[in-house]
């Protein structure tokens, strides 16, 4: 019902030269940028060229398979109990390796809570990730080291953190980029509006990578917009596209032309990475519930990893002891982060008093001294 | 018979279910309240039996939801609005201070904001940040909210009631490590009022004075202390705006001590009200100064640190010994 | 700099069939729906038709000069110390009358603080908007009387009341539709963006009714945005137009037709009447700060009172009789205004403690006592 | 000489351009900020001096003037943001609460968030809705977030410069009815403490501790009360986050008596915790209860009525002389 007053437009082409798409659409959607097919089969896309070499392109098949694998790993470590919680990244990989892949070291990201493929591509070590989900921190990586900030969990704040970040960037003449993740619920928070404002008056070098992975926990995308989101930028006057959110090489393209056009003073991009998110919301979370099995079942077969494959071995790009090499490195990545999660060790309770000032605070300082003076009496207690 | 055991969540979900059928402008509106039944299943069941136009998924937009909510009570629906987790309703914190808030006085009285905002609150589940909050204060402060929040499920299940008939904005905490504890509840009964305090269990030596979740661990710090040989009051406030200072002022006149408990954190929350108010009203019988045991000024804490940021056992009787030494 | 990078684009077309518009933009700037020409004439737009008899056209001017002369009267009521402060809608009578006749009155209003026009529209009486900006209340009309929402401040707030109601008029199977008034600077608030989006999920039957008077305070558009206002709604799946925002017939007309097309089931549209503010942004504004006085002189050649005065003449539909008893209703109703705002009491003290809540506070209930037997007090010392 | 005689406003904006001189990072950013020099002219002249690239006329929108703070923060600046007046920064509260108080502590002390957040606040000019609220005890229950406010012109300058050198997000009150106080202003000075309180006047029969703008109320009060004899010392707090309890502690000592003063609502205001903790820390010196005189629960009143509902002398000497009566 709600769509049907849209339902008779033509799908707009966005405006900017560079992002315009000339695909004919799957029938009901949108176009979308793809350069390789479900099926494994190289296409070309006009405004998004792209050449990698077969090195490149197991490279990228690697970053796939090791986060999946690690993915899969911390949804195992959940159900033994060694986390807390766990949001998977399960179908999203293409679009997290593709867009983390486009990103120089100098770029800076701004991730939500299941960003785990860009994590990897940025160097952050995988069982960093697992802290804040197994309680033991909030997120216990360096933003700085790899210019990966920490995960954010209230919906949509960290795209105005991104641009603020990027305005910095340009004051300081720099022409690294900044991108900033967020989902196709985050869409709807209104930070994430006035984000598109700050970023357009200002010219920030930012990209927007909306991951719409059709589902925020049991919504579907139709309780946020009734137009497809990447339309949304137009209105804010900087392009937005559509892309093919399986296909890793068309998000690295589009990522890395969005990239260049922050970098080269042209301001803000959206890119709309058209996904699935294959599991559940969280390992909270029961997808029964809400959705239907055959929509999942239809997602399989645009699986991004199998593509990639098909392709790889059509092409001879990789031969069997490339993928029996991978495998073994995932078994290793796996149990190197079983190991480190389970010799996590939960903070001293002083922790709680660390950190909340970087000058300190009276208060703090006075609740510091009573808890320990508490706790030492317990000490004390049993000394006795 | 019209007693039924049910849980926390069971009993709000009961309440909601029974002032729907009672009237058809009350909705349940909130992100994934649908299908889901929200991620606790407290909405479980409803968009099934009254549709989608009165059990609504709504965009994930806090201020959305509140700022249409208030809409549409201004409409003459009556909506319960569900912010998903406490850490989650700052977005919508404008729309609840300056609109919700201040709307019906701004009218003069000509408009009414009949709106519910149920927040599922307060730790002790092991969740990620921003999921085991306490704010009621940054509520209870402002001037035109009702803040309030049941121990159990007999009570939530009435003070939902209640709070959907209120025609005042009200907001509903409800202490989730608590949502699957189960109690009678008496649907057919007779309901006290909505904001007034009760006392959970008699004693005579100091009173212990909390809410929500804590209200648990004063009754089994009642039960340890009586052990011991001491004679605790628990009172369970129900209600943090307005609060029942009549039933804590008469408990205290009677142990002359007191210890207010909370998760929130300590510094300016509720239990600075109490233990001002109070010792303004008891001054001459307090013998010794209302002691707080609560949240530290810190961020709520990585969950494997949560047992010992959250007041326990141990704590709250750590507080009555110092209140009973002096 | 800001807007370089679209300067390249097309104007777009709104997308909706009945808001396109087909007339050449003047240069730089976007087509506007024009129906009378700042020179009086009278054109055509193929999408908007109006066909309006010499008393309505009388009547549209007679509600212009009134409300201008209110304003005025205000205006000087500030100076003179009677109110506290006046937001003057100076320049912008074309866009609030017209919009405000185009409303049925099972139709319902969510203004910002400056829509006296449209409140003489729905015949809230114009001292009643005074007490506000006098101090004696926050507000002292009944929002339900004339459907007439009270002002709202806090900027931006009012356009999620107003999709909220609006979604209860469609729950209630009604065919009334809501207008939501919202400022150019107001469009860069997130709660505007919620609005939008809450307003197309749920397909309410709602008018976005914007008028961009350029600034926002000391702030022009281009801080809030590089491409014009009404193409947001594009974006959030809704059609968008722009109407000259000094022309009262063109106002009329395209807010007919978006009030129709919510009534009819289409749901939301964004109408952005470009117009200025002729004046200061409030009596505690200093413009000549931060804006040049050309602009305004500029502007001034576009009054909308002016051109509607110019084609009343020209076509006899109004006779130098007409003006001379304008004059003098102007006149009586400034006179009464003055009168009436003489004469506003201050509200009595205890007055503080009414209508917090509606079914009363404990805590309130004491502070009022308290607060009774304190003034009691001094009424005791002074009786002594 | 560095002694200069200055408004409050004028301070604020000496103390913007010497720390804008001597660090480039510093930002200015805001709504109105530039040409106008904000609706206060607090901002007076810095972007014709310093250029749009520091001093940002920002889009009209709160939550984004402070999440593009905070990544302003993040890239090394150090923006001192203004938000128009108090009832505006409620959209921006999420962004406060959330991410600028808490991103220190989630990172673990690795990133640091040396943001100022100017607020001019409280009533007493005669101001439309939303106009002269004081929301500071919604910002100091919150860790993470510092929170003061001067009394004066000279505070108004040092503690501005020691707010913008803090590596700790602050939120800086400004008593916007005593912007057009004129004080003289050691430019030259060393200056205590950004969290010290400071006793304004010293005196034996009762402390009174207040902050802002009713500082200058208790200072007259103070004087008035000398004419009939009773000796009173006003505290001036300065910090609302973190409290110098010390000195309050120290002044009660010897007065045996604390009123508490300020505009907030009482209920939950900064004077609950300040009464709490002093009940606590002197509860054998105290020959009264610690007494508050504030706002209302009530939203801010139309201004013909801000004068009843604003703490007067007359209202703070009505609770001296109850204070003393015990
Ligand atoms: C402000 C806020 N509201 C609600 C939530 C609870 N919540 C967590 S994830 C989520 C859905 C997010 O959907 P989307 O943006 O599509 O991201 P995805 O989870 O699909 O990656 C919700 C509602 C939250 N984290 N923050
Ligand atoms: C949330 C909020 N922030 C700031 C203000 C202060 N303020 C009042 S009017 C105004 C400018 C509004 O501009 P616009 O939306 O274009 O409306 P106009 O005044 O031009 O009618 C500002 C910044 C406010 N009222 N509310
Ligand atoms: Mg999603
Ligand atoms: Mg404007």
């Known amino acids: 019902m709600t769509v049907e007053s849209t339902a008779a437009r033509k799908p707009r082409r966005s405006s900017g030269k560079r992002t315009g798409t000339r695909k004919t659409p799957a029938a009901g959607q949108p176009e979308l940028v793809q350069l390789l097919t479900p099926e494994g089969e190289r296409v070309e896309h006009p405004d998004y060229l792209i050449d990698l070499t077969s090195d490149e392109l197991r490279g990228l098949y690697r970053d796939m398979v090791l986060t999946r694998r690690f993915d899969g790993e911390a949804t195992a470590l959940q159900r033994q109990g060694e986390l807390g919680l766990w949001a998977s990244l399960l179908g999203q990989e293409a679009a997290q390796i593709g867009s983390g892949r486009a990103l120089r070291d100098d770029d800076y990201v701004f991730p939500t809570y299941r960003e785990h493929g860009v994590a990897w591509c940025r160097g952050v070590d995988p069982t960093n990730l697992l802290g804040m989900f197994r309680g033991v921190n909030h997120g216990g990586w360096d933003p700085n080291s790899n210019n990966f900030h920490l995960y954010t969990i209230v919906i949509g704040s960290q795209t105005l953190h991104g641009v603020g970040y990027a305005m910095g960037v340009a004051k300081d003449g720099a022409d690294s980029a900044v991108i900033a993740y967020f989902g196709d619920g985050a869409s709807s928070q209104g930070d994430v509006a006035e984000a598109f404002t700050f970023s357009a008056v200002y010219n920030a070098p930012i990209v927007f990578f909306c991951q719409n992975n059709q589902w925020a926990i049991s919504e579907p995308t139709e309780k946020q917009t009734r137009v497809p989101l990447y339309q949304r930028a137009q209105g804010y006057g900087f392009p937005g596209v559509r892309v093919d959110g399986n296909d890793v090489l068309a998000c690295l393209a589009v990522t890395r032309a969005a990239l260049e056009r922050a970098r080269s003073g042209q301001g803000p991009m959206l890119v709309e990475a058209f996904t699935y998110r294959m599991g559940a919301h969280t390992t909270s979370d029961d997808p029964t519930r809400y959705r239907a099995e055959d929509e999942r079942v239809e997602w399989e077969a645009k699986d991004p990893i199998q593509r990639l494959r098909t392709y790889l071995e059509k092409e001879g790009f990789a031969d069997a002891s490339f993928f029996a090499e991978l495998e073994k490195e995932s078994d290793a990545l796996a149990k190197r982060v079983r190991e480190a999660v389970r010799a996590m060790p939960d903070p001293e309770p002083m922790a709680m008093f660390e950190h909340i000032y970087a000058d300190g605070h009276a208060l703090v300082d006075e609740e510091r001294a009573r808890f320990a003076a508490y706790q030492a009496s317990f000490a004390d207690a049993e000394g006795n | ?326």
Chains 1, 3 share one sequence.
């Open chain 2, 1 to 326: 018979m019209a007693i039924e055991k049910l849980s926390l969540a069971k009993a709000v979900n009961e309440a909601l279910r029974s002032t729907m059928e009672a009237d058809p402008k009350v909705l349940v509106m909130g992100e994934d309240v649908g299908k889901l039944g929200g991620v606790f299943r407290v909405t479980d069941g409803l968009q099934k039996d009254f549709g989608e136009d009165r059990v609504i998924d709504t965009p994930l937009a806090e201020s959305g939801i509140i700022g249409t909510a208030i809409g549409l009570a201004l409409r003459g629906y009556r909506p319960v609005a569900e912010i998903q987790f406490d850490g989650f309703v700052f977005p919508a914190y404008d729309q609840i201070v300056t609109q919700l808030a201040k709307m019906h006085a701004r009218a003069l009285g000509k408009v009414k904001l009949p709106v519910v905002i149920r927040i599922p609150y307060g730790g002790g589940i092991g969740a990620v940040e921003h999921h085991s909050e306490s704010p009621e204060a940054l509520f209870a402060h402002v001037a035109g909210l009702k803040v309030v929040s049941p121990s159990n499920a007999s009570d939530a299940y009435w003070m939902m009631r209640q709070a959907v008939e209120s025609d005042d904005p009200v907001i509903y905490f409800e202490p989730k490590r608590r949502y699957w504890d189960k109690a009678e509840v008496d649907t057919a009964a007779i309901p006290g009022p909505l904001h007034a305090a009760r006392v959970a269990r008699e004693g005579t030596d100091l009173t212990l004075a909390a809410y929500g979740p804590m209200v648990k661990v004063c009754l089994e710090a009642a039960a340890a202390a009586a052990e011991e040989g001491k004679s605790l009051e628990v009172v369970d406030l129900r209600s943090m705006s307005p609060i029942d200072f009549d039933t804590v002022q008469r408990s205290v006149e009677k142990t002359r001590r007191l210890v207010v408990v909370h998760e929130a954190p300590v510094f300016l929350g509720t239990g600075a009200e109490i233990a001002a108010r109070i010792t303004e009203r008891c001054f001459y019988h307090l013998e010794a100064p209302v002691l707080r045991v609560g949240g530290m000024h810190a961020p709520y804490p990585p969950a494997r640190l949560e047992d010992e940021y959250l007041p326990g056992l141990d704590r709250v009787l750590d507080s009555v010994d110092r209140a009973l030494a002096y």
